[in-house]
């Protein structure tokens, strides 16, 4: 059962005070869908009070077809904060290049992502060390900056750098996150039956950090 140890902060500010820097990641989800699919995009930039400008989500190798009018819930994350808002679809175009105009939103909710969140689990996952074979563990807590593995056998030394991978499920998609992570401490299991191992996660991009802290919140709405 998933166990949250520390509670994120939700407050409301204003959309340029995010500081986004193009190329961001971005989730996009028509509230009229039933069907509760979430598209990627990119953020471009905006004009205050205007427009936010992202690109247009790509289905089949081909720009979608977004309506004029339409309502979209925008969700992404900035290194600290998660945000979100809905906005109204104000141009979408795909020639000569693809792109979207939103409404300007009065206002976004914001959730204060703290490194100390850390939710219990207990989940299989993969593990590959630096010798590139692969291990099968188990995934005792997580938070956006690290996790707790527990192995039957050894996965290096304290330094030594692993890559995890984590399986995501969003809106019926299953995602990989591929992290790569450092090895912070190593204790034998007080059965005798196996390690813990400790890791920090580093040089996580923008959209596998957002894929993180959705994997975290899913598992805490489990709990």
Same mark, same amino acid.
């Given at each position: 059962?998933?166990?949250?140890?520390?509670?994120?902060?939700?407050? #409301?500010?204003?959309?340029?005070?995010?500081?986004?820097?193009?190329?961001?990641?971005?989730?996009?989800?028509?509230?009229?869908? #039933?069907?509760?699919?979430?598209?990627? %995009?990119?953020?471009?930039?905006?004009?205050?009070?205007?427009?936010?400008?992202?690109?247009?989500? %790509?289905?089949?190798?081909?720009?979608?077809?977004?309506?004029?009018?339409?309502?979209?819930?925008?969700?992404?994350?900035?290194?600290?904060?998660?945000?979100?808002?809905?906005?109204?679809?104000?141009?979408?175009?795909?020639?000569?290049?693809?792109?979207?105009?939103?409404?300007?939103?009065?206002?976004? #909710?914001?959730? %204060?992502?703290?490194?100390?969140?850390?939710?219990?689990?207990?989940?299989?996952?993969?593990?590959?060390?630096?010798?590139?074979?692969? %291990?099968?563990?188990?995934?005792?807590?997580?938070?956006?900056?690290?996790?707790?593995?527990?192995?039957?056998?050894?996965?290096?030394?304290?330094?030594?750098?692993?890559?995890?991978?984590?399986?995501?499920?969003?809106?019926?998609?299953?995602?990989?996150?591929?992290?790569?992570?450092?090895?912070?401490?190593?204790?034998?299991?007080?059965?005798?039956?196996?390690?813990?191992?400790?890791? #920090?996660?580093?040089?996580?991009?923008?959209?596998?950090?957002?894929?993180?802290?959705?994997?975290?919140?899913?598992?805490?709405?489990?709990?």
């Amino acid at each position: 059962m998933a166990k949250i140890t520390a509670v994120d902060q939700k407050i #409301e500010m204003d959309f340029a005070a995010l500081g986004l820097y193009p190329d961001a990641t971005m989730q996009i989800q028509a509230i009229d869908n #039933e069907s509760q699919v979430h598209q990627w %995009v990119k953020f471009i930039g905006y004009i205050k009070d205007r427009s936010v400008l992202t690109t247009l989500p %790509v289905q089949d190798g081909k720009g979608m077809w977004i309506q004029h009018g339409q309502t979209f819930v925008i969700r992404g994350f900035n290194g600290k904060y998660a945000y979100a808002f809905s906005s109204q679809v104000i141009r979408a175009r795909a020639d000569p290049y693809a792109y979207i105009h939103f409404s300007w939103p009065g206002s976004i #909710e914001i959730q %204060v992502v703290r490194h100390s969140l850390r939710i219990d689990v207990a989940l299989p996952i993969h593990v590959s060390r630096m010798d590139n074979t692969a %291990v099968a563990t188990t995934l005792l807590d997580v938070s956006t900056s690290g996790a707790m593995l527990d192995s039957s056998v050894d996965l290096g030394a304290l330094g030594d750098q692993l890559r995890v991978e984590l399986l995501v499920n969003l809106g019926g998609n299953t995602l990989k996150i591929n992290i790569a992570a450092t090895i912070r401490n190593v204790h034998t299991k007080e059965d005798g039956s196996g390690l813990k191992t400790g890791i #920090e996660f580093a040089n996580i991009s923008q959209n596998d950090l957002l894929l993180l802290s959705y994997f975290i919140d899913s598992l805490a709405q489990k709990g």
